[in-house]
């Protein structure tokens, strides 16, 4: 080290010389890990600060591959007290989770350039959007948190998850503000939206995205309808029901609704039932008309099954100590596998 300062300073000690670039500065001390212990030593340093010696450039890889290491534990569901566990398994000394805590942080502008990155360069005619449920310290009250989610099927077939955000409660106000933050990021070329039947998410959905058709997830409607068909006895009307939902072709699945409403709709038993699937087919059945009977685009699935990935998460955490956490990990795990997506080199869709 004493022979590196010399080389980076150009001058030896007490030496006069026009070459010189700095001078000396002392020493500091510093403890340095290796296979047999941990060493104490005395580093050299120079006025400039810009020296250091080629014997802490491994250290510091390996010091930032298991910052890294540790940032992708905590993304992966592992809680802060684990990963400080782990830590002082592998380096032999540990870490407290309030450091781990303090080094997620490191992961805020990171997630805030991701959500807020624009979306101009590719056209999303697909949009499958849905709300999971977080719980969240807030003012020493542990309260309900709304995440809303969407997902964008651009026209290649591909997938992304082009934004979330984290509100208080679904409404028919909070939805506007989520649709309005994609759209101020340039979401253009939207045919069709996917979703629940939640009244202010559809209000929302006719509000922000005029032109736009809805399509009614479809699991969601049959298991509505199917809360008002009696358990008895109710075989041919249910297997119907399930016939319909496996069509393609609107005009067909129309007749094949009127066709079940006039067999049962004289049923008391079934009236209530006949009423909801007339009401709400249309509305069921836009994807064959809009996205040419994916069957893909028919039911929110693909948001579902998104949502479980970040429960599974979640339930680590259970409670949030602030929204500004709550963010940065949800965001974090989504960014994850966002990445995922666009480096898989299948289609969700194949048009």
């Known amino acids: 080290m004493e022979q590196q300062r010399t080389q980076y300073i150009q001058a030896n000690e007490y030496e006069r010389s026009d070459s010189r670039t700095s001078q000396r500065n002392g020493y500091y001390e510093r403890n340095w890990t290796t296979r047999i212990g941990t060493l104490e030593l005395k580093v050299p340093r120079t006025r400039d600060g810009k020296f250091s010696p080629t014997v802490f450039e491994r250290y510091q890889r390996n010091e930032k591959a298991l910052l890294v290491s540790m940032l ?73 948190k709304s995440c809303h989610i969407a997902i964008g099927i651009n026209e290649d077939g591909d997938r992304e ?27 253009k070329g939207t045919k069709l939206i996917i979703s629940d039947a939640h009244h202010g998410l559809v209000s929302a959905i006719r509000k922000s995205f005029t032109g736009v058709s809805w399509q009614r997830c479809q699991v969601h409607f049959m298991r509505n309808i199917l809360d008002y068909v009696p358990k008895k006895d109710s075989k041919p009307f249910r297997e119907a029901l399930k016939s319909i939902f496996r069509i393609t072709d609107i ?56 949502n479980q990935e970040v429960r599974r998460r979640e339930k680590v955490i259970r409670i949030f100590p602030n929204t500004d956490s709550a963010t940065r990990l949800i965001g974090a795990l989504l960014m994850d596998i966002h990445e995922k997506w666009i480096g898989s080199s299948r289609k969700y869709i194949k048009f």
């Open 161 to 187: 998850i082009i934004g979330f955000m984290i509100q208080d409660g679904e409404s028919e106000s909070t939805w506007t503000s989520f649709f309005e933050h994609l759209k101020n990021r340039d979401l």
């Open 251 to 306: 005009e067909i699945a129309r007749d094949a609704k009127n066709e079940l409403i006039d067999k049962f709709n004289d049923n008391k038993r079934y009236e209530k039932a006949c009423k909801i699937l007339d009401e709400g087919f249309e509305d069921a059945f836009q994807y064959t008309v809009v996205a040419n009977g994916h069957s893909r685009l028919k039911s929110t699935n693909a948001i579902e099954r998104l």
């Open 72 to 144: 992708e534990m905590y993304i992966s569901g592992v809680s802060t007290r684990k990963v400080s566990n782990i830590v002082e398994q592998l380096c032999g000394s540990s870490v407290s989770k309030s450091f781990v805590s303090k080094l997620t942080a490191e992961l805020d502008p990171m997630v805030q350039e991701w959500r807020n990155r624009s979306l101009s360069e590719t056209t999303f005619p697909y949009i499958v959007t849905d709300v999971l449920y977080i719980k969240v310290r807030e003012d020493n009250r542990v309260v309900s």
